[in-house]
């Protein structure tokens, strides 16, 4: 039984929280630390919580003896190691939601504390173990397509998602949120470029891209400064907040009304009246705001040994979707993540041929564990991996340990960097 508190009761912490209801043999959640009142009676209901068990902050959390083996960390970016190094000197064992840093000083310093302390810190790349990324690392672990060559990868954030977490959102401002869209977004497919490399150092990093689309200048002919109040193109407009979030009541409810579904008036009515105060962001035009995120970018990244990498981050797509290929001296791996399949090629030099392909769908292999829970079963697995590290179970495949996340991060600020400053980066 390993025993837990949460630290930043939002969407993401909550989720990997409850492998506790799901395994109460392995998992107790014994305390919730947040700022806001709704949230912590939320994790008190849920978890059966006492008054003495929820904390207004994780420095009233800290300033105590240590009350559990480990802690979920969902803060948000600018949080994550401000409160994770106390929490580390205090003697737990820390689950981080990524990005775990937003600087290469604080990689740095996170670092040191977990060297100094001893202390165990797992970083939520839940990616690693979705069934569908498993499986492709065991085949290039196995030598299936030979000595990788080129990795591509893309993601692609849909309108809906991107005009509410990042156009109106949470993360609309880097100067706000800490992070960058390709940080807060794509961490996760970084660090699966690093994980599949095994070990092999990025050297050299350039990137491209940038706010091009979802501005001022762009925005339609007679458009009005909120949706609600003052639009006289709003039925027509895809990104209208009716469109979005009254005509689709159950998208991005954590998002758009934490403090409706806190207070459990999600009504048609209370929606409404929020999306018409003028002072909410989610009531405006997304192409008026004062977001200054990249709506997207894309990162070349050589490593040590040639092989060179891609990743395409595009915001306000048709259609959400993450595609992966790998390009080895033997064969090649190619599939989309949202489709759960993906295809195997290999030369085929016989008469009349040129290639031989098997497509695999992940439900064809009989091992699907949690394969269509959040992020393709990702989070399920990862929190059950994350209790069996601290029970002092061995690392798994999938594992992200603090260390083993690092160079996933730092290609990400330095792409940044090498964006802003229109030049290649040395690591």
Known sequence: MVTAIIVGAGHRAMG?????????????????????????????????????????????????PKQADAIINGTMDRQHVPTTIPLLERGYDVLLEKPFAISIEEVKAL????????????????????????????????????????LETAEHVSYHHYSTAFA?????????????????????????????MSGVAPVRVASFGGLHYFTRENAPADSGEHCLLDCPIEE??????????LNHPD???????????ESGDLSIEAKTARLKDPANPYSRC?????????????????????????????????????????????GELEGVFDDNEFTIRHIDTRPGHETREERINLADLGDTTG??????????????????????????ISCTMLSDSINGHLIGFYADRAMREHRVIEF
């Open 371 to 396: 394969a269509f829970g959040g992020h393709g079963g990702g989070d399920g697995n990862l929190a059950a991996d994350f209790v069996s590290l601290v029970d002092g179970g061995a690392p798994s």
């Open 168 to 196: 109106r959102g949470k993360w609309h401002r880097e100067d706000q949120c800490g992070s960058s869209f390709l940080m807060s977004k794509c961490c996760h497919d970084l660090d699966l470029l690093t994980w599949y």
């Open 286 to 330: 997304i192409w008026k705001m004062d977001n200054n995120v990249a709506d997207r970018q894309s990162v070349v990244v050589e490593f040590a040994d040639g092989t060179v990498a891609t990743h395409n981050l595009v915001g306000g797509t048709s259609r959400p979707m993450r595609k992966i290929h790998l390009l080895g001296t033997e």
């Open 16 to 64: 990997y929280a409850n492998y506790a209801l799901e395994h109460p043999e392995k998992l107790r959640i014994v305390g919730v630390a947040d700022p806001s009142p709704e949230r912590r009676a939320m994790a008190a209901e849920r978890f059966g919580l006492t008054p003495e068990q929820c904390f207004a902050s994780a420095d009233e959390l800290t300033a105590l």
């Open 251 to 261: 998208r991005w409810v954590f998002y758009v009304w934490p403090e409706l579904e």
């Open 236 to 245: 027509k407009c895809p990104y209208s907040v009716r469109q979005l979030y």
């Open 111 to 150: 670092e040191a504390a977990a060297a100094r302390t001893g202390r165990k810190v797992m970083i939520c790349h839940v990616l690693r173990y979705a069934p569908f990324y498993v499986e492709l690392k065991r085949r290039v672990l196995a030598g299936e397509i030979g000595k990788l060559v080129t």
